[in-house]
C-alpha cells in the first residue's frame, strides 16, 4: 500500500506515565507509531506524553520521559494509554483516579493500559 490509500485522518494518541512505568512498555507503544509516519511520508499519528505535574516521571528503569502536559491540561485525543509498572496499587491515588474518570466520560477518548495487567477501573 502506498501513502496515498490511507486517509488523512489523524490519530492523537496521550500516554499517561505512573510512576515507575515500563518504559519497554511505552517504547513499543510509541516506536511503531512514528515508524508509520515515517514509512507513510506523513503524519498520521501523533502523541502526548502526560504526567502529574507536567515534569519528567521516572520509569522503573530510571529514565526519564519529558512531559507535554500535565493532568491538568490534558489536550483532546482520541486513545490513552495509562502506562504502569508492577506496583499498580502503590502509585494509584485520587488524582488518578479523577483523570480516568475525566477520560472515561469523554466520547472521543478510549482508555487503554500498558502493561494490560496493570489496568483500572475507571467507571464513568
Same mark, same amino acid.
Given at each position: 500500500?502506498?501513502?496515498?490509500?490511507?486517509?488523512?485522518? $489523524?490519530?492523537?494518541?496521550?500516554?499517561?506515565? %505512573?510512576?515507575?512505568?515500563?518504559?519497554?512498555?511505552?517504547?513499543?507503544?510509541?516506536?511503531? $507509531?512514528?515508524?508509520?509516519?515515517?514509512?507513510?511520508?506523513?503524519? $498520521?499519528?501523533? @502523541?502526548?506524553?502526560?504526567?502529574?505535574?507536567?515534569?519528567?516521571?521516572?520509569?522503573?528503569?530510571?529514565?526519564?520521559?519529558?512531559?507535554? /502536559?500535565?493532568?491538568?491540561?490534558?489536550?483532546? $485525543?482520541?486513545?490513552?494509554?495509562? /502506562?504502569?509498572?508492577?506496583? %499498580?496499587?502503590? %502509585?494509584?491515588?485520587?488524582?488518578?483516579?479523577?483523570?480516568?474518570?475525566?477520560?472515561?466520560?469523554?466520547?472521543?477518548? @478510549?482508555?487503554? /493500559?500498558?502493561? %494490560?495487567?496493570? /489496568?483500572?477501573?475507571?467507571?464513568?
Amino acid at each position: 500500500m502506498t501513502s496515498e490509500q490511507y486517509p488523512d485522518t $489523524l490519530t492523537r494518541f496521550g500516554f499517561l506515565l %505512573v510512576s515507575k512505568y515500563s518504559m519497554i512498555a511505552i517504547s513499543s507503544a510509541i516506536e511503531p $507509531l512514528r515508524m508509520a509516519n515515517r514509512l507513510l511520508g506523513k503524519n $498520521l499519528f501523533t @502523541w502526548t506524553i502526560i504526567t502529574a505535574d507536567g515534569n519528567p516521571e521516572p520509569a522503573s528503569n530510571d529514565l526519564m520521559l519529558a512531559a507535554d /502536559c500535565s493532568f491538568n491540561d490534558i489536550p483532546e $485525543l482520541d486513545i490513552v494509554f495509562v /502506562c504502569s509498572g508492577v506496583d %499498580v496499587n502503590g %502509585v494509584y491515588n485520587t488524582d488518578i483516579q479523577k483523570v480516568l474518570h475525566n477520560l472515561a466520560r469523554k466520547k472521543s477518548s @478510549w482508555v487503554a /493500559c500498558v502493561p %494490560v495487567h496493570t /489496568c483500572w477501573h475507571a467507571p464513568a
